[in-house]
């Protein structure tokens, strides 16, 4: 009878830093982590890399899973990734079809055994995590600011295109219009009140707090 074993029991090692070769100075065991792609979550092994750089320190394991596309869960010892690919999967679904995080880890375990689900891991814990940091990142990267705390009040969010901005989209001599064409170049404001505003953060939760902190949308 066929047996479903993982990558990890069948032998692949997913050897870091070196174009898919062993690091010659890795002296510890391939690291078993669970890694979850558009396939399935999987449990494989892991070698990192072990050279050092012109500090004399080692790149952190999270940074060399970031490397290879996996984006790592947690990022003192990283136990659990994600690929890249899986993340902009969900991403999309979750905006075109308003999957849920939830839904998408269920989904998930069913591509990998649709008989025992309860036996593949339970990720959803980590993907909530890993999405927030993810698409956080890429707002910064798309923005062209550096990844910190206490970034400048709106300078993740977008211009509206139609909004008449200065420089941007409006004629050279807009300043001189004749008083009865000005209003082609009104700007309106609408305020409306944010009756959710008291659950902005969560009191059960000390860690979950927001990354933009202003400087994109609530």
Request: aromatic residues 8%.
């Given at each position: 009878?066929?047996r479903?074993?993982s990558?990890a029991?069948?032998?692949l090692?997913?050897?870091?830093?070196?174009?898919?070769?062993?690091?010659?100075?890795?002296?510890d065991d391939?690291?078993?982590m669970?890694?979850?792609?558009?396939?399935?979550?999987?449990?494989?092994?892991?070698r990192f890399?072990?050279c050092?750089?012109?500090?004399?320190?080692g790149?952190?394991?999270c940074?060399q899973?970031i490397?290879?596309?996996?984006?790592?869960?947690s990022?003192?010892?990283p136990?659990s990734?994600?690929?890249?690919?899986v993340?902009?999967?969900?991403?999309?679904?979750?905006l075109?079809s308003?999957?849920?995080?939830?839904d998408?880890?269920?989904?998930l375990?069913r591509?990998?055994?649709n008989?025992?689900?309860?036996?593949?891991?339970?990720?959803y814990?980590?993907l909530?995590?890993?999405?927030?940091?993810f698409?956080w990142?890429?707002?910064v990267?798309r923005?062209?600011?550096?990844p910190?705390?206490?970034m400048a009040?709106?300078?993740l969010?977008?211009?509206?295109?139609?909004?008449?901005?200065?420089?941007?989209?409006?004629?050279?001599g807009?300043?001189?219009?004749?008083m009865?064409?000005?209003?082609?170049?009104a700007?309106?404001?609408t305020?409306?009140?944010?009756?959710?505003q008291?659950?902005?953060?969560k009191p059960?939760?000390?860690?979950?707090?927001?990354l933009?902190?202003g400087?994109?949308?609530?």
């Amino acid at each position: 009878f066929w047996r479903k074993e993982s990558l990890a029991t069948l032998g692949l090692t997913i050897n870091l830093g070196h174009n898919g070769l062993k690091c010659p100075v890795a002296l510890d065991d391939p690291r078993r982590m669970t890694v979850t792609h558009s396939r399935g979550i999987e449990e494989v092994a892991v070698r990192f890399c072990a050279c050092l750089n012109d500090d004399l320190d080692g790149t952190p394991d999270c940074l060399q899973l970031i490397e290879h596309d996996l984006w790592p869960a947690s990022w003192e010892k990283p136990m659990s990734a994600f690929t890249v690919d899986v993340l902009k999967e969900f991403h999309l679904l979750s905006l075109q079809s308003q999957m849920t995080a939830q839904d998408f880890i269920r989904y998930l375990q069913r591509r990998t055994d649709n008989v025992q689900t309860d036996q593949v891991p339970d990720r959803y814990r980590e993907l909530l995590r890993t999405m927030q940091e993810f698409i956080w990142i890429r707002a910064v990267k798309r923005a062209g600011l550096e990844p910190r705390r206490g970034m400048a009040p709106g300078s993740l969010a977008v211009l509206c295109p139609a909004c008449p901005q200065p420089d941007i989209n409006m004629d050279l001599g807009w300043i001189s219009r004749p008083m009865h064409l000005r209003y082609l170049d009104a700007l309106y404001h609408t305020v409306d009140g944010n009756f959710h505003q008291n659950q902005r953060e969560k009191p059960s939760d000390p860690d979950d707090f927001a990354l933009s902190e202003g400087a994109g949308y609530f």
